[in-house]
């Protein structure tokens, strides 16, 4: 079972920026499609961001792009989302995912507790 920790949320002002961590478990970490998604109160989850298991392909949600960077580390079996510029909108526990198996489609397999962002305006 690969466990998923998150770190690196806090409380900022707009337009400041985070960065946060994802650490797994295991040692099978470079053949995982990683991804970041958020939840806001009341709203359903929505996907921010995900990186290819080989870190060749990246992809992002349209309010995001140019703003955010997702990024990895298979040494360090870390994903990180480098936030900036962040808006009030960006409030929303932040989760990251782990699809399995060398695949670049398809459901994710492991889950995160979440990391809570909050953007002051």
């Known amino acids: 079972q690969v466990q998923l920790m998150e770190s690196g949320g806090g409380l900022v002002q707009a337009g400041e920026s985070l960065r946060l961590s994802c650490a797994a478990s295991g040692r099978a970490f470079s053949s995982y499609g990683m991804a970041w998604f958020r939840q806001a109160p009341g709203k359903e989850r929505e996907f921010v961001a995900l990186i290819s298991w080989s870190g060749g392909s990246t992809g992002y949600a349209d309010s995001v792009k140019g703003r955010f960077t997702i990024s990895r580390d298979n040494a360090k079996n870390t994903v990180y989302l480098q936030m900036n510029s962040l808006k009030p909108e960006d409030t929303a526990v932040y989760y990251c995912?782990?699809?399995?198996?060398?695949?670049?489609?398809?459901?994710?397999?492991?889950w995160g507790q979440g990391t809570q962002v909050t953007v002051s305006s």
């Open positions: 995912a782990a699809r399995a198996g060398y695949r670049d489609y398809g459901t994710y397999d492991y």
